[in-house]
């Protein structure tokens, strides 16, 4: 068997043997992050419900892959202070929100970030998840488990602060 059979083999081996409902998270997160891409309104529940959300799941994921540790929780919070800090500066948005008194509701620009973020937990939960089945001796190493819940608090950290730019238009 040739390298490039033997990856395709394996890739289609992981694929088969990923269970159904993973899939349909999949799908649940494409419907949900494609709806952010328009512009809505919104109350304030529903601006504070999808980053507590992602922090609730994403912390869930850290200690649920690699327990209360100094490495894991140090690297997820850095990850998500550190996002929020950035987009003290703007740098995640969103911007041109409104606010409308009359019915209490905040209008959103439509944006591909939660869409993308979604995808990134998704995705760094799969390859957690991969890595796990193939090469459990890895998912040990310091570096693999900062690695994850950096990436993990990051996106959760731009959850937030965009929920916190968001909070912050209203008068």
Not at 89 to 109: A, H, K, M, V, W
Not at 139 to 158: E, N, P
């Amino acid at each position: 068997m040739h390298g490039g059979d033997w990856g395709r083999s394996m890739v289609i081996g992981i694929l088969q043997n990923t269970p159904l409902w993973v899939w349909g998270v999949l799908l649940g997160l494409l419907a949900l992050g494609l709806s952010q891409t328009r512009t809505r309104k919104v109350t304030r529940l529903l601006v504070l419900l999808l980053p507590a959300l992602m922090i609730t799941l994403s912390f869930y994921s850290v200690i649920a892959s690699f327990g209360i540790g100094l490495a894991a929780i140090g690297a997820w919070a850095i990850g998500l202070a550190g996002a929020v800090a950035l987009n003290g500066f703007g740098l995640f948005g969103p911007n041109g929100i409104r606010y409308s008194l009359e019915d209490q509701r905040f209008e959103l620009p439509g944006s591909w970030l939660p869409l993308v973020l979604m995808l990134t937990i998704f995705c760094t939960r799969f390859v957690l998840g991969v890595a796990t089945a193939l090469n459990p001796s890895m998912v040990g190493t310091t570096g693999f488990i900062v690695c994850m819940s950096a990436i993990l608090g990051l996106c959760s950290g731009i959850f937030l602060s965009r929920g916190i730019r968001t909070l912050a238009v209203r008068p």
